[in-house]
């Protein structure tokens, strides 16, 4: 089995809503994104993907939360948008796009500080 990870970013706002403390204000972030994938097998030419096409891919997904509020896009208008939920989102639209049988969204982790992050998968 095989892993390949990219990272990539974004610049948005948030506010939780229901949150008490700082964080219930609106605020900003610098946002990093890991995407995982695993793949059992190489394709012709010894690749699980390329690298390039899955930062494509990842940066293709988190360009409408780059630069926004985050607040103001669904399903973030429902659910606040906490880095738990962030990371949920991505890897599902993630999953979306990739439709490669042989590779699988393993993990998505969102970093909104340098020391704090949240991760999603599938058991």
Same mark, same amino acid.
């Given at each position: =089995?095989? /892993?390949?990870?990219? /990272?990539?970013?974004?610049?948005?706002?948030?506010?939780?809503?229901?949150?008490?403390?700082?964080? /219930?204000?609106?605020?900003?972030?610098?946002?990093?994104?890991?995407?995982?994938? =695993?793949?059992?097998?190489?394709?012709?030419?010894?690749?699980?993907?390329?690298?390039?096409?899955?930062?494509?891919?990842?940066?293709?997904?988190?360009?409408?939360?780059?630069?926004?509020?985050?607040?103001?896009?669904?399903?973030?208008? /429902?659910?606040?948008?906490?880095?738990?939920?962030?990371?949920?989102?991505?890897?599902?639209? =993630?999953?979306?796009?990739?439709?490669?049988?042989?590779?699988?969204?393993?993990?998505?982790?969102?970093?909104?500080?340098?020391?704090?992050?949240?991760?999603?998968?599938?058991?």
């Amino acid at each position: =089995m095989y /892993e390949l990870s990219v /990272e990539v970013s974004f610049s948005a706002a948030h506010q939780l809503r229901g949150y008490k403390g700082k964080c /219930e204000n609106l605020h900003g972030h610098n946002w990093k994104v890991q995407v995982s994938i =695993m793949a059992e097998t190489l394709n012709d030419i010894d690749l699980a993907i390329d690298f390039h096409d899955l930062k494509k891919i990842a940066r293709e997904v988190i360009a409408p939360l780059d630069h926004a509020y985050l607040n103001e896009i669904f399903p973030f208008t /429902e659910k606040n948008p906490s880095s738990e939920n962030i990371a949920k989102w991505i890897f599902d639209c =993630m999953k979306k796009k990739i439709t490669d049988e042989n590779i699988n969204i393993s993990a998505v982790t969102v970093w909104e500080s340098d020391t704090a992050s949240a991760s999603y998968y599938e058991a």
